[in-house]
């Protein structure tokens, strides 16, 4: 508020001392500057600071920045002609008591009425131009701060999802072996700890480095390894060795859906094989697993909520696919190497 204050008086005084030095010197080139013109061009400086500030007290009192231009105009006119004829009306007296001069004919009256609502009318404009302007700046920003809580939200509530997603599986998982294999349930119960822990830890975060999401997965794999056994191989080929930064969970969906949607629905099991590269300037997650994907039956929680996360995050300049292709289910995640 006070640097809004202080730039208003800092225009006012330059703009109309400018006005007015601009009139003194048209003055002088014509010769007829001295001191009474001097005295006048400090009165005209003086009561236009005053009568444009009213102006602008005005504006706000009566909140006339908040109306519309049809309503505005005429307020704008009717005002700025008032206080035109009462500068002049004061500035005739003046004239008459202290530099005792005759009263300005009703023709010159008139034409120096009109300029002073000409100068009157264009500090209007300005004013309530940077008004409009900052208003439009204002609700931009609003916007823009709203966009952002409702896209932050979204996020979350897609991280949220995700994270007691595989969770789940993971408990079905152990809950399969505890009257089976209570050995290795008890097994699994350490490990699942260590993934919840690592899981809640990196769940709160915007974006995860990319070792901690490998190792989230790995630990994800080991758990699902002793459920599935000998049903279960898979590969992890990182070819990457830079730092990189994404959201989380994305590579943990991609294996996850495999799992679920493929090697768990083949009696013989399957092989999920993964594979981190950086190809054609875009950085690549690529999981490859046995069994077929089915568009209409495999839209879950996982994929919805990766594209969907991939679209707020980095819009065109990143995708999910995933297809059938030589009897193994290719599913890829693509983000461009600029935006991380």
């Known amino acids: 508020m006070l640097k809004h204050t202080l730039l208003y008086w800092f225009v006012q005084i330059i703009s109309w001392g400018i006005l007015c030095s ?123 701060k709203l966009q952002t809580s409702q896209t932050q939200n979204e996020l979350k509530t897609l991280r949220d999802q995700l994270n007691p997603h595989f969770l789940f599986n993971s408990l079905n998982s152990i809950r399969a072996l505890i009257e089976i294999e209570p050995k290795t349930a008890k097994s699994a119960i350490t490990t699942l700890s260590s993934l919840l822990r690592n899981s809640l830890i990196l769940g709160k975060r915007a974006k995860i480095n990319l070792k901690e999401e490998l190792q989230l997965v790995e630990e994800y794999l080991r758990l699902e390894k002793i459920r599935f056994e000998e049903r279960l191989k898979y590969t992890l080929n990182n070819e990457i060795q830079q730092s990189i930064h994404l959201p989380p969970f994305l590579l943990q969906s991609l294996v996850e859906n495999a799992l679920k949607h493929g090697i768990s629905q083949r009696v013989e099991g399957g092989e999920i094989n993964i594979k981190i590269s950086i190809e054609n300037n875009k950085f690549v997650l690529n999981v490859i697993n046995d069994g077929i994907y089915n568009d209409s039956k495999e839209s879950g929680i996982g994929i919805k909520n990766s594209r969907r996360r991939l679209e707020i995050i980095y819009g065109q300049a990143a995708g999910y696919e995933i297809k059938n292709k030589n009897g193994k289910v290719h599913a890829c995640i693509w983000i461009n190497q600029n935006q991380l």
């Open 22 to 144: 601009i009139i003194g010197v048209s003055t002088y080139i014509q010769g007829e500057f001295n001191d009474k013109t001097a005295y006048k061009i400090v009165e005209l400086y003086i009561s236009l600071l005053i009568v444009s500030h009213f102006i602008r007290w005005v504006f706000i009192k009566k909140e006339w920045l908040n109306l519309k231009l049809t309503p505005l105009i005429p307020r704008i006119l009717s005002l700025v002609t008032a206080m035109s004829l009462i500068l002049m009306v004061i500035s005739n007296t003046s004239n008459t008591l202290f530099y005792n001069e005759e009263w300005l004919t009703l023709s010159e009256f008139l034409i120096n009425t009109l300029l002073y609502s000409i100068f009157l009318i264009m500090w209007s404009a300005v004013y309530l131009t940077y008004h409009l302007l900052q208003k439009s700046r204002l609700q931009e920003i609003n916007n823009l």
